[in-house]
């Protein structure tokens, strides 16, 4: 059987904190009940499935989309690579420096048996709310196989800015 496939946005924009530049990167938490009282570690990149064969950037775009309700920004994407997550799911990233209106993210949903066994079908946003979080404090708010694209962005942002 093959691992599932992934393709995600990392945006990334300068920040300031006690009047310094700091890297702020947009993650959005996960929707649903098994996320709703979680937060620390319950954060993602928009990203989602694709299949094999499909353009993983075009579909990192249409997750972004999907997920954030608006069109990712017409910018140059940089590759940040792939990782592996605990689950066995191939994660591979782009990034780029842009600024998005958090507040204004408006996720697509997903049916669910809430309460399991009830029957009873529910819709849940897939990200039920987007916000900017510096890279020191994104590393802890992140799903543990994502954390690794946080590094690998500070290292590409340090030979840009």
Partial sequence: MSSKLSAGLLLYRRGNQDAEIVLEVLLGHMGGPFWARKDDG???????EYEP??????????????????????????DLGSVSQPGGKRVTAWAAEADFDAAGAVSNTFELQWPPG???????????????????????????????FIDRLQEMVANLW
Avoid at 60 to 77: C, D, H, N, T, Y
Wanted: net charge positive; aromatic share 10%; proline share 9%.
């Fill in 118 to 148: 009830s029957g009873q079908m529910r819709s849940f946003p897939e990200i039920d709310k987007a916000s900017w979080f510096t890279a020191q404090v994104a590393v802890v708010k992140l799903v543990r196989g994502q954390r690794p």
């Fill in 42 to 48: 319950a954060w993602s990149m928009p990203k989602g």
């Fill in 53 to 78: 064969g499909e353009d993983p950037l075009a579909a990192a775009k249409r997750e972004f989309e999907e997920e954030l309700g608006s069109a990712p920004p017409l910018v140059i994407w940089r």
